[in-house]
């Protein structure tokens, strides 16, 4: 009897450990699942564009929309942003008019042209009037909306 209790005991304690060592595997196999599955997520997020010297792009770079955050418009000739559906960038912002901004080619440079939008448009924190050059790095802002130049 006493033989008896002794093997039941000492199963039970065998058993405790074991469970207590499988809990911390799968512990450690979700934390390394985790760990790539969020490297991969951060790759993603700073993947580089592939932009020909025939191209531009337009950064989202704040926004009121979490989904726009990060954006690239590649663009090579001209490119219309607005509150509109038909526009090449579709801004939901009621601040953004119908057809806002464009900016196209002229003379191998870009020159952005706000089209008598209500809420101007910006580059570099100054209201464009007529036409602007842009140049890489210019901050564009269209209502809450703001795009970083590159070239």
Not at 20 to 49: C, G, H, K, P
Not at 76 to 103: K, Q
């Amino acid at each position: 009897m006493q033989g008896t209790a002794t093997v039941v005991k000492l199963l039970g304690i065998v058993l405790q450990y074991g469970l207590l060592i499988l809990l911390l595997y799968f512990v450690y196999r979700l934390m390394r699942f985790m760990q790539n599955d969020s490297r991969q997520t951060r790759e993603d997020i700073y993947a580089v564009t592939e932009i020909s010297n025939e191209e531009a792009v337009l950064t989202v770079i704040e926004a009121s929309d979490p989904d726009m955050l990060g954006q690239r418009f590649a663009f090579s000739d001209e490119i219309m942003i607005g509150r509109g559906g038909d526009n090449d960038i579709v801004l939901n912002d009621s601040f953004a008019s119908h057809h806002h901004a464009r900016i196209a080619l002229l003379n191998n440079l870009y020159v952005i042209e706000d089209m008598g939008s209500v809420n101007k448009t910006y580059v570099n924190g100054q209201p464009v009037s007529g036409g602007q050059y842009l140049q890489s790095g210019d901050i564009i802002t269209i209502g809450s909306v703001s795009f970083q130049f590159g070239r």
